[in-house]
């Protein structure tokens, strides 16, 4: 495993926010320094064969918002905003326990209570889908 996706070992989840379909989700070491992953491919967070929340629900309106006015690449009214308010303190609240890069290039980080978060490559074509920044590198994880 490449050494920048071994310092996730052991941190925790601090923050999830997006821009557009771009997400950026935080984590915090065992030292205190600040990891952000940003995906802009499908990923979801998934525990006991459930999906908790997942990047395709910012396509969507939630319900309690009014549709004719929806505009997906304005964070606040999605299916996944909302979502991430929900479970966020769950999610949060664990610790990361293992992490696979599978020949694909997909990415499953594993939580010590069972949480994963998935990430899938979705194209054939050769882009980056993935890259993690902390505050004074920028690791390409995947082109």
């Keep these: 495993m490449e ?15 997006r821009v557009c379909d771009l997400a950026s989700i935080e984590f915090t070491t065992r030292d205190g320094e600040k990891i952000n992953l940003h995906v802009q491919t499908f990923f979801r967070f998934v525990s006991d064969d459930r999906i908790l929340l997942s990047s395709e629900d910012m396509y969507r309106c939630d ?10 690449d304005v964070p606040g009214k999605s299916l996944y905003d909302v979502t991430v308010h929900k479970v966020f303190d769950w999610i949060g609240s664990t610790i990361v326990s293992d ?3 599978m020949k694909t290039n997909d990415l499953i980080i594993s939580f010590q209570n069972g949480l994963q978060l998935q990430i899938f490559i979705n194209s054939v074509f050769s882009e980056e889908k993935y890259r993690a920044f902390d505050d004074t590198h920028s690791y390409e994880i995947y082109s």
């Design 3 to 17: 050494n920048y996706l071994k310092n996730l070992l052991g941190s925790q989840i601090t923050g999830i926010s």
């Design 99 to 101: 992490i696979k890069k």
């Design 63 to 72: 319900a309690s918002f009014d549709v004719s006015t929806f505009e997906w």
